[in-house]
């Protein structure tokens, strides 16, 4: 079993900056690949980005030029550093491993996943 534990979150005003931190069990991310997903209230939750092994990256059109995902290997840990936040960024940010290693951001692909962390972005 997979153990994911995200933080970070917080308040902060538009166009200000975060910075998530998703903590993998050991390993974790030697072999599988991580995703960022959000849900917002009243939403579907969605997918933000995502890193495989090797490295590969994927962003959601909403996201790109703004968010930037990051893995380090030594710490277990993948990071989702987050530029010029806006209103409609506010949600809770979930982490989540897909042990198949894919590049993508299909909910289903996902087989473990954290309990999420709330960022407010909000004037």
């Known amino acids: 079993q997979v153990l994911l534990m995200e933080s970070g979150g917080g308040f902060v005003q538009p166009g200000g900056s975060l910075r998530l931190s998703c903590a993998a069990s050991e390993f974790t991310l030697d072999y599988y690949a991580i995703g960022w997903f959000r849900q917002a209230p009243g939403k579907e939750r969605e997918g933000v980005s995502c890193i495989t092994s090797d490295g590969s990256t994927y962003y959601a059109d909403s996201v790109k030029g703004r968010f930037t995902i990051s893995s380090d290997n030594a710490k277990n840990t993948v990071y989702l550093q987050m530029n010029s936040l806006k209103p409609e960024d506010t949600a809770v940010y979930y982490c989540?491993?897909?042990?198949?290693?894919?590049?993508?951001?299909?909910?289903?692909?996902?087989?473990?996943w954290g309990q999420g962390t709330q960022v407010t972005v909000s004037s």
């Open positions: 989540a491993t897909d042990t198949t290693n894919r590049r993508g951001l299909d909910e289903w692909e996902y087989d473990y």
